[in-house]
């Protein structure tokens, strides 16, 4: 019998399958969209034809795609094209960022930013509407917060979105206030979708051209997989999930995404959602919802008082009442549910919903999940394992906050628990990475950094040293863990004959470099789906 001719054939010193924890020489070799063998040179020799394209790597690592296990696609898509305020170091300096940006791009209707943080800021004070409105008196501007969960907005946007000082705070949301009762320009939770509802007015062309642009990045970073998460009414009024299948219909859509709408008690829409995407490149996975907003607000649902409000511990979205029937009628229906819950109080209440509807329906497979858990109390660590729920996490999030400001919120007693990923990861919870972008950015590499070192926000202190994790574990969390998150480790997260051929090369080997240089380690070629979709390569040997 003849065999087969391969489509691609790809080699190297430094093949990390997931299988073992260290990388080792293999080829592989790959037809179709599917890896059909890897072992030696002669094992892989038979599958060499004349049309086979073959890379041969020596040192760079060899892996299985990165699969980002939470994001949210358009919100992404816009961030890129958007002004990105993390490194600012004081209120004027991102006044200054805005403003050339706003000159640079006159043709914006709205000026959009992301991830500012006064926590950074030399006075770390919240900024207010004046400082946008006196370089941009006419033009509405909304700014993100680097947490994604409060919006700095000047008084053209609040005009626009008919805000004043009558205007009531919607349910978990605030519209902040000055010392005389006018909108100071500061919009927290849902009170952002006041504004979001007139700023995020683009066009089906403007979009399209959002996504392939967020396609582009994605395949320069290894990116192959993705979890496109409910995010909020304030930002999901950009989600487009009928986009998403156009892309998939023309062939170009680069990237698995697995979509999780809203938990909200509309079964019969998240049934036709789940029939209507349900390929091996675009699919409903499951549904999530928030219970709480973020800790630096403190809007995160503490079970004690924050240690620098002792009258606010926060408050949950919806009713507990609500949620947990939200969570039974779901997980009745075979669901997966994903629950954003950052305090200890609201990662309790996940974890109660979740075994109440054990308790209800049976115990089966469900493969719920917590997305963040940043501070945990110590009794809910063991829980995990027991419900089988996964630690949906994002490393680099703990040094995104200021971690003087982050402590002060929780308390000294609070904050030995403080993502506490190995400690999770010892007591059997399975680990799912992600980046949370446009929270974080898109890199999976800064994900991987934070999570080997536990380098804070200083980035000289190390946040809790024994919460460090191996690199190999750390690559598993971003690829196997992810798949297996989503019911899908029989097709994704290893490189094994059988499985989707989706696979990033790295320019250097992360197990031969130093921790440091892991975050600027650039991607030489990545294959999504049998296809190569991204390369920098110098050359490519054929046979």
């Known amino acids: 019998m003849t065999q087969q001719k391969a489509d691609i054939i790809i080699s190297g010193n430094a093949v990390f399958t997931g299988l073992s924890d260290k990388p080792e020489s293999a080829f592989i070799a790959i037809i179709g969209n599917k890896i059909v063998a890897i072992g030696s040179e002669e094992d892989i020799k038979p599958y060499s034809g004349e049309q086979t394209k073959t890379y041969r790597f020596d040192d760079q690592l060899i892996m299985p795609g990165f699969h980002d296990f939470h994001l949210h696609v358009m919100q992404s898509a816009l961030s890129l094209i958007s002004v990105d305020l993390f490194s600012a170091r004081s209120e004027k300096e991102a006044i200054r960022m805005i403003t050339d940006f706003a000159k ?104 399209r051209e959002m996504f392939n642009n967020f396609l582009d990045h994605a395949a320069s970073l290894g990116v192959t997989a993705m979890h496109d998460l409910y995010a909020t009414e304030s930002l999901a009024i950009l989600d487009d999930f009928e986009l998403l299948k156009e892309f998939e219909d023309q062939g170009r859509l680069t990237t698995r995404i697995h979509l999780w709408p809203a938990l909200n008690g509309d079964l019969q829409r998240a049934k036709e959602l789940q029939k209507t995407y349900q390929s091996e490149k675009l699919k409903v996975a499951g549904l999530k919802q928030f219970i709480d907003g973020v800790v630096t607000s403190r809007t995160a649902y503490m079970l004690e008082p924050y240690a620098d409000q002792p009258e606010s511990r926060g408050d949950t979205s919806f009713s507990p009442e609500t949620i947990k029937k939200w969570v039974a009628d779901a997980d009745k229906e075979g669901f997966s549910i994903r629950f954003h819950a950052i305090g200890d109080g609201a990662i309790r209440l996940a974890l109660d919903a979740y075994e109440e509807a054990q308790k209800m329906n049976g115990v089966r497979d469900s493969r719920h999940a917590i997305e963040h858990i940043e501070v945990i109390h110590p009794d809910d660590i063991h829980r995990f394992k027991e419900l089988g729920v996964t630690a949906s996490m994002q490393p680099d999030h703990f040094a995104m906050s200021e971690r003087g400001v982050y402590t002060d919120r929780i308390g000294d007693e609070r904050e030995r628990f403080v993502f506490a990923i190995n400690t999770l990861q010892k007591a059997g919870a399975r680990l799912a990475f992600g980046t949370d972008c446009p929270i974080d950015v898109l890199n999976p590499l800064l994900q991987i950094y934070r999570a080997v070192t536990r380098i804070d926000s200083s980035g000289n202190d190390v946040w809790h040293l024994h919460e460090r994790i191996s690199l190999s574990e750390a690559l598993k969390a971003y690829t196997s863990g992810s ?61």
């Not at 791009?105 to 500012?116: A, D, E, M, S, Y």
């Not at 998150?485 to 094994?496: H, K, S, V």
């Not at 989707?500 to 991607?523: C, R, S």
């Open 104 to 207: 640079a791009n006159p043709g914006n209707p709205w000026v959009i930013g992301f991830t500012w943080d006064a926590g950074y800021w030399d006075n770390q004070q919240l900024p207010d509407r004046h400082s946008l409105d006196r370089i941009l008196p006419d033009r509405p501007a909304i700014m993100f917060h680097a947490e994604g969960h409060y919006a700095w907005v000047n008084s053209k946007a609040l005009e626009i979105a008919n805000i004043n000082r009558d205007t009531e705070d919607p349910s978990y949301g605030i519209i902040g206030k000055d010392e005389n009762g006018e909108p100071n320009g500061i919009l927290y939770e849902k009170a952002m979708a006041l504004v979001t509802n007139h700023a995020y007015d683009f066009t089906k062309e403007q979009k």
């Open 483 to 543: 798949a297996y998150g989503t019911f899908r480790e029989n097709e994704l997260g290893t490189l094994e004959e059988g499985k989707f051929a989706d696979i990033v090369v790295l320019k250097q080997n992360l197990f031969d470099i130093p921790a440091e240089d892991i975050p600027n380690t650039g991607v030489e070629l990545t294959i999504a789906d049998g296809n190569v979709v991204y390369e920098d390569l110098k050359e490519t040997v054929n046979p």
